[in-house]
């Protein structure tokens, strides 16, 4: 709606995980570089957690985009699914065809093998990558578990990605998964942004929309990290929600006062990043 006033050639702050968009902070490049390394090395298992709209799920779509043609990936969205319905959409991911016969978890699990062996007698790679993986239960960890499995004498043939939010690693920690929880060997967790990360995080985005004439000014960033705390979805609001006001009010100038107008607009986020109960 206002991206022409602004100059922009789109909405800089959208809530999509767009990977054009991500903004590689400190932790955002050592996540990443834990991914690569969990996937280059063939670990088999690698853990990444972070709190909502941390930006795990942008950063896992840029970790597949920038993938090369030697690594197969499947990507899984949904994570209330059943162990067969895991087994089926893993399959379906991978491009295999559904097959005939009897449903069942060994004739998914073969057919995953068999590909996975060729995709390996090809000098290829396989990535797994589940988001939101605190939903799964333990009979689809337990599964995920055994699909990890699937290896050479000296290689795991799938390195199997879980994304979710900080109380997987308590799900992970439950004695019914131990067995699972010891085969992690790659793990991170993802925070917010540092507060002097905010001004170049909202810079960065409105550099890939077009740049335009829309002027955070410094204290703007001072107000938009003590209402968003770092978290990068948090951000997007309250900068998409300022840029409205202004256009509406034909300013290109954003200041503090417009940010906290912003913020009540969107319900008041407290000081530490809450909702305000007013």
């Known amino acids: 709606m206002y991206e022409a ?9 959208t809530l999509s995980p767009d990977p054009k968009y991500l903004y590689l902070s400190d932790r955002h490049r050592e996540a990443l570089n834990y991914l690569v390394y969990g ?21 896992c779509r840029a970790l597949l985009s920038s993938l090369n043609g030697s690594v197969e990936t499947a990507l899984i969205f949904n994570s209330f699914l059943s162990e067969i319905e895991l087994l089926e959409t893993i399959n379906q991911e991978f491009g295999l ?3 005939t016969g009897e449903r069942s978890r060994k004739r998914l699990l073969d057919a995953l093998n068999a590909y996975l062996l060729a995709n390996y007698g090809e000098g290829k790679n396989a990535v797994l990558l589940i988001d939101e993986s605190q939903n799964l239960s333990h009979g689809v960890l337990e599964q ?3 699909i990890s499995n699937l290896e050479t004498v000296r290689e795991k043939l799938i390195q199997i990605v879980l994304i979710g939010q900080p109380e997987l690693q308590d799900v992970l920690a439950m004695p019914a998964l131990r067995q699972l929880n010891e ?18 995080y909202i810079e960065h985005r409105l550099a890939v929309a077009g740049r335009g004439r ?3 000014t410094p204290w703007s960033y001072r107000t938009i990290y003590r ?9 997007n609001a309250i900068c998409d929600r300022a840029l409205l006001i202004a256009y509406t009010r034909e300013k290109v100038r954003i200041g503090a006062g417009l940010v906290r107008r912003a913020v009540r607009d969107l319900g008041g986020y407290g ?3 809450g909702v305000s109960r007013k």
């Open 144 to 146: 995920i578990r055994m």
């Open 5 to 13: 006033f602004f100059g922009l050639r789109e909405n800089p702050f």
């Open 227 to 235: 209402y968003s705390q770092g978290v990068p979805r948090r951000i």
């Open 214 to 216: 829309a002027a955070f």
């Open 271 to 273: 000081e530490t990043g």
């Open 183 to 200: 085969r992690i060997t790659v793990r991170y967790h993802l925070g917010p942004l540092e507060r002097a990360d905010v001004g170049r």
């Open 97 to 99: 065809p559904p097959g």
């Open 39 to 59: 996937i280059q090395e063939r670990k088999g298992f690698v853990v990444v957690t972070g709190d909502i709209g941390a930006g795990k799920t942008t950063l």
